[in-house]
């Protein structure tokens, strides 16, 4: 089929409908409610051979979603930043019950202070759940890596579900070209799905989720979990082999950018990372030798392909859009973690955090990052966590806050 503009939220949507979905629980928050809005109407016309139901919140939503995935049916579902926190609970439990699904979250920055803009700790509050992790760039790769989901996550090694995370209003309400697979190679990519261990099925009973007293029984199935998990990055590079065999486009588990002669390396995930690849431009033109390192899957961790890729660098930084309070940026702690062991780790690893809220990041900010960077390598000592905010910002901050002390003296 042709390419199209569409936002990602569509593209998100096209494919939910070229999956072949049969379920689709729905509860609308900003900002991804145009992708639910698509396909009730595609439902509605016929035009999708599934059944949407509006339910009364997220953790209803998620609820039936799961429970509709235990009895064998293909299942999506979307929502973002305090709809997935208040999901969260049942999440554990439909990945405990091994009954995948794909999730779509739009990420949102969470409150308080509320924001509609995008920042990852919505996302990266699931990371422990037993859903797997696909963190898309483009909306193109947000199409396609639903896709690739579905094909995951369905595998009998995996039987796992899996979120598929976009940024809010930087790529949900973005158009970019978007060329949509060919139905009849989806279902050679995607068949249907046909689970063994699930169904509903009155003369073969069975129960999911039951109690369990003792830890021998709970850990022996949550580290079935964590094994099925790591399973999916083998099921991920056979996936991404038979989609690019069909599809001509290739998705790993880590892109690398420019990283074949790159001393120093910026690692990145998401929308954000586009802005990240055209400083590494910039860069190179005045003469640096950096890269980037994009992280597409975050769960299961891919380590093996990061160490991989970091092999032998001067120096590392990672830009977090996210915060741990108390601790700094969360993918920098496990960038760390998987690279304490590596003989040829980098001499320097730098943590920043920048864009929260969605706040720009500016090509001066890139590079502050490739030059205090390049002078830990030298130095052979890390520096972080560093806050992305410029001069101008703290004014503009500073100010505001002149603003509401003045109106509140007024007031009295």
Same mark, same amino acid.
């Given at each position: 089929?042709?390419?199209?503009?569409?936002?990602?939220?569509?593209?998100?949507?096209?494919?939910?409908?070229?999956?072949?979905?049969?379920?689709?629980?729905?509860?609308?928050?900003?900002?991804?409610?145009?992708?639910?809005?698509?396909?009730?109407?595609?439902?509605?016309?016929?035009?999708?051979?599934?059944?949407?139901?509006?339910?009364?919140?997220?953790?209803?939503?998620?609820?039936?979603?799961?429970?509709?995935?235990?009895?064998?049916?293909?299942?999506?579902?979307?929502?973002?930043?305090?709809?997935?926190?208040?999901?969260?609970?049942?999440?554990?439990?439909?990945? /405990?019950?091994?009954?995948?699904?794909?999730?779509?979250?739009?990420?949102?920055?969470?409150?308080?202070?509320?924001?509609?803009?995008?920042?990852?700790?919505?996302?990266?509050?699931?990371?422990?759940?037993?859903?797997?992790?696909?963190?898309?760039?483009?909306?193109?790769?947000?199409?396609?890596?639903?896709?690739?989901?579905?094909?995951?996550?369905?595998?009998?090694?995996?039987?796992?579900?899996?979120?598929?995370?976009?940024?809010?209003?930087?790529?949900?309400?973005?158009?970019?070209?978007?060329?949509?697979?060919?139905?009849?190679?989806?279902?050679?990519?995607?068949?249907?799905?046909?689970?063994?261990?699930?169904?509903?099925?009155?003369?073969?009973?069975?129960?999911?989720?039951?109690?369990?007293?003792?830890?021998?029984?709970?850990?022996?199935?949550?580290?079935?979990?964590?094994?099925?998990?790591?399973?999916?990055?083998?099921?991920?590079?056979?996936?991404?082999?038979?989609?690019?065999?069909?599809?001509?486009?290739?998705?790993?588990?880590?892109?690398?950018?420019?990283?074949?002669?790159?001393?120093?390396?910026?690692?990145?995930?998401?929308?954000?990372?586009?802005? /990240?690849?055209?400083?590494?431009?910039?860069?190179?033109?005045?003469?640096?030798?950096?890269?980037?390192?994009?992280?597409?899957?975050?769960?299961?961790?891919?380590?093996?392909?990061?160490?991989?890729?970091?092999?032998?660098?001067?120096?590392?930084?990672?830009?977090?859009?996210?915060?741990?309070?108390?601790?700094?940026?969360?993918?920098?702690?496990?960038?760390?973690?998987?690279?304490?062991?590596?003989?040829?780790?980098?001499?320097?690893?730098?943590?920043?955090?920048?864009?929260?809220?969605?706040?720009?990041?500016?090509? /001066?900010?890139?590079?502050?990052?490739?030059?205090?960077?390049?002078?830990?390598?030298?130095?052979?000592?890390?520096?972080?966590?560093?806050?992305?905010?410029?001069?101008?910002?703290?004014?503009?901050?500073?100010?505001?806050?002149?603003?509401?002390?003045?109106?509140?003296?007024?007031?009295?």
């Amino acid at each position: 089929m042709e390419g199209e503009m569409m936002t990602g939220n569509l593209a998100a949507a096209w494919g939910a409908r070229l999956a072949g979905v049969d379920y689709v629980p729905a509860f609308p928050i900003t900002p991804q409610t145009e992708i639910v809005e698509a396909l009730a109407k595609w439902c509605e016309s016929g035009a999708m051979d599934a059944r949407f139901v509006s339910m009364d919140s997220e953790h209803s939503m998620m609820t039936a979603a799961g429970a509709a995935a235990a009895t064998g049916a293909r299942v999506f579902t979307a929502t973002s930043s305090q709809g997935l926190l208040y999901a969260i609970e049942v999440l554990y439990s439909i990945s /405990g019950w091994r009954a995948p699904l794909v999730l779509v979250n739009v990420s949102r920055a969470l409150a308080a202070p509320i924001t509609l803009e995008p920042d990852h700790n919505d996302v990266l509050a699931a990371r422990d759940c037993g859903f797997l992790q696909i963190h898309a760039e483009t909306c193109q790769e947000v199409l396609d890596s639903i896709l690739m989901a579905y094909r995951i996550a369905e595998d009998e090694r995996v039987m796992l579900p899996v979120i598929v995370n976009l940024d809010g209003f930087y790529l949900s309400f973005t158009r970019e070209p978007v060329s949509l697979p060919d139905p009849e190679k989806v279902k050679e990519f995607l068949p249907p799905f046909r689970p063994a261990h699930l169904g509903f099925k009155a003369s073969a009973p069975h129960a999911f989720g039951v109690a369990v007293l003792g830890g021998t029984p709970y850990s022996y199935f949550r580290h079935q979990m964590h094994l099925a998990a790591m399973n999916a990055l083998e099921v991920h590079q056979e996936a991404a082999v038979a989609f690019e065999r069909l599809f001509g486009r290739r998705y790993d588990v880590v892109e690398g950018y420019r990283l074949d002669d790159a001393e120093d390396v910026l690692i990145m995930t998401n929308a954000f990372a586009s802005k /990240g690849k055209a400083a590494v431009d910039v860069a190179r033109a005045e003469g640096k030798r950096v890269g980037l390192l994009r992280l597409r899957m975050i769960r299961p961790w891919p380590a093996d392909a990061i160490r991989d890729a970091l092999r032998g660098r001067r120096a590392v930084a990672v830009l977090d859009q996210n915060l741990a309070p108390g601790q700094g940026g969360i993918l920098f702690q496990e960038v760390a973690a998987c690279l304490y062991d590596e003989a040829l780790r980098p001499r320097a690893l730098c943590s920043f955090i920048g864009g929260l809220g969605g706040k720009n990041l500016s090509e /001066g900010e890139f590079r502050a990052i490739f030059e205090q960077t390049a002078d830990a390598g030298v130095r052979g000592k890390g520096i972080g966590p560093v806050l992305l905010y410029t001069e101008a910002e703290h004014r503009e901050m500073t100010q505001l806050q002149v603003l509401a002390a003045g109106s509140r003296a007024d007031s009295k």
